[in-house]
Nanobody, 116 residues
Framework: QVQLVESGGGLVQAGGSLKLSCVVSGSAITANTLAWYRQAPGKERELVALISRGGSTDYATSVKGRATISRDARKNTVYLQMNNLKPEDTSVYYC??????????WGQGTQVTVSS
């Protein structure tokens, strides 16, 4: 059974930083694409960053230059470092493990609130 558990969210002032963690159990992170998504109230869930099996990364335009996705295979954990946070970054952040086009697993989410 695959499980993803996010942590690291919280309340931070604009310009601050947070590092989110996603601990994965039941599947090796290096065998799948892992991604961070976020969803603000009243908005659709959107991709923030992803890291492929091979380690290549991609970012949403809105966070490029401020976010870094990384992974630690020994801990089977994926991270999202967010710097220079803005109020518009306020969302629930979700970790996703993509097995293929038809199968994916999600964590429960962690709230990030950025105050101005």
């Amino acid at each position: 059974q695959v499980q993803l558990v996010e942590s690291g969210g919280g309340l931070v002032q604009a310009g601050g930083s947070l590092k989110l963690s996603c601990v994965v159990s039941g599947s090796a992170i290096t065998a799948n694409t892992l991604a961070w998504y976020r969803q603000a109230p009243g908005k659709e869930r959107e991709l923030v960053a992803l890291i492929s099996r091979g380690g290549s990364t991609d970012y949403a335009t809105s966070v490029k230059g401020r976010a870094t996705i990384s992974r630690d295979a020994r801990k089977n954990t994926v991270y999202l470092q967010m710097n220079n946070l803005k109020p518009e970054d306020t969302s629930v952040y979700y970790c996703k493990l993509r097995v293929n086009d038809f199968r994916a697993f999600w964590g429960q989410g962690t709230q990030v609130t950025v105050s101005s």
